[in-house]
């Protein structure tokens, strides 16, 4: 069974720092894409990664770019996402997803109906 647990979360102002964990279990690490989506509730959720590794590159949404950074510990299964600067407007559930890499291409950022497995999520709040 495929799980992948998010841990983390949690309330700060504005100007904090918070640390996402993704750990995943039941498939193999190393052959999957990792990303990190948010959703407010209430609202859909954004239609791209905020952050991404694939075989040949990162990849950052324009607006966590220069602040959040992941990054990933293969023989720990564990995706992670070290949050910077935060803002009010970066409230919202995190989840961490997988995608396999066999098939990928760079545009599947975009497309989280490529993405196989989802975390249950963990809740970001940030205060002004």
């Known amino acids: 069974q495929v799980q992948l647990a998010e841990s983390g979360g949690g309330s700060v102002h504005a100007g904090g720092s918070l640390k996402l964990s993704c750990v995943v279990s039941?498939?193999?690490?190393?052959?999957?894409?990792l990303g990190w989506f948010r959703q407010v509730p209430g609202m859909e959720r954004e239609l791209g990664a905020i952050?991404?590794?694939?075989?040949?590159?990162?990849t950052y949404a324009d607006s966590v770019k220069g602040r959040f950074t992941i990054s990933q510990d293969i023989g720990m299964n564990a995706l992670y996402l070290q949050m910077n600067s935060l803002k009010p407007e970066d409230t919202a559930v995190y989840y961490c997803?997988?995608?396999?890499?066999?098939?990928?291409?760079?545009?599947?950022?975009?497309?989280?109906?490529?993405?196989?497995?989802w975390g249950q999520g963990t809740q970001v709040t940030v205060s002004s």
């Open positions: 039941g498939l193999a690490f190393a052959e999957y894409c």
């Open positions: 997803a997988a995608a396999p890499k066999n098939g990928w291409y760079g545009g599947n950022w975009n497309r989280p109906g490529q993405f196989e497995y």
């Open positions: 952050a991404g590794i694939d075989s040949d590159s990162i």
